[in-house]
């Protein structure tokens, strides 16, 4: 009989041992709690969860050891968000059970508190650029891509969707209201939300100057339970001021009427960090998977996509979400 042992790949099992002692804390728990939808640098991370950044720096290094969590890189700072299982790995079907579980619980009061604090520092320095720069915004706006620069590809694709004449839009962010002639001459009737009274005011006076009968103005957080549907809702370089992107799109989402379009237009992810400071974005673009997985998330099928190349480097993508038309739940 033979009786030796059978033999231990100890790579195999430093692995599965990485992810046991990632799982094995509470506090990491519910970091993986709190990035389920977002991402947050170790400054916000250490501000949500009360502790000092040397103790948060330390979690996150464990998280990543054990491939639970990815660092994206925002100019000269990091970002954690989750990594997504690979079930066809070792560990791959217990990150998932560990992600599924960890899903399942409520995070502490005061740790929800403290990240609707950060939502609203990051959405307050958004507003403030706004204020700042009403004044110059298509000079900051030109600095990396200006409206002329994707109309043409946003228009292609919502010519491509054939509206009703009776359809209606939303733009959402109209800046300016550059784009506002286009879609007034679209759609019945199209609603522009803009939480910056000095973006709005340019917006007035473009309408007035184009004598737009069929578009009003609203100003409104577009973050903050706006009682709107319309068959079109359009963002045109407005989801990177967004302090929570994926949570944004879920609240898009519910702005659209069964069977209706979600446009989106936004940067590819660059790592061009002035633009924070030029042009007052919170996000430098975006990975095309990740709009794609966060639009699902809110109930919506990806559908076409295009891609403008800029002579400066930067990508531009202009996307198309759609509520399925069968979803006719109050949302
Ligand atoms: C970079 S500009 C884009 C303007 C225009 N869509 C364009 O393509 O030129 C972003 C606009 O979104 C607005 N904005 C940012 N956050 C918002 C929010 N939470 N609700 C409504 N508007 C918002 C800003 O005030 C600004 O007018």
Known sequence: MNLSAPSIEHDDCDELAALCKAGGDPLRLNVL????????GVLELAQIFAIGQSGMSHHLKVLAQASLVATRREGNAIFYRRALPHTELLGGKLHAALLDEVDQMRLPADVQNRIGLVH????????????RVADKFRAQQDLIAGLPQYRDSVLALLDKLS????????EVGPGDGG?????????ARVTALDNSPAMLELARQLCERETLANVSLQLADALDGVQLTADCVVLNMVLHHFAAPAEALKQMAQLLQPGGSLLVTDLCSHNQSWAKEACGDLWLGFEQDDLARWATAAGLTPGESLYVGL???????VRHFQRPAGDTHHR
Do not use: V
């Open 179 to 187: 784009f506002l002639p286009d879609l007034a001459r679209r759609f």
């Open 33 to 40: 709690r709190a990035l389920s939808n977002d991402s947050f």
């Open 311 to 317: 002579r400066n480097g930067f990508q531009i993508q």
């Open 120 to 131: 609203r520092q990051r959405a307050a320095a958004s507003q403030d650029f706004f204020s």
């Open 163 to 170: 509206f009703k004449a009776m359809a209606t839009a939303i």
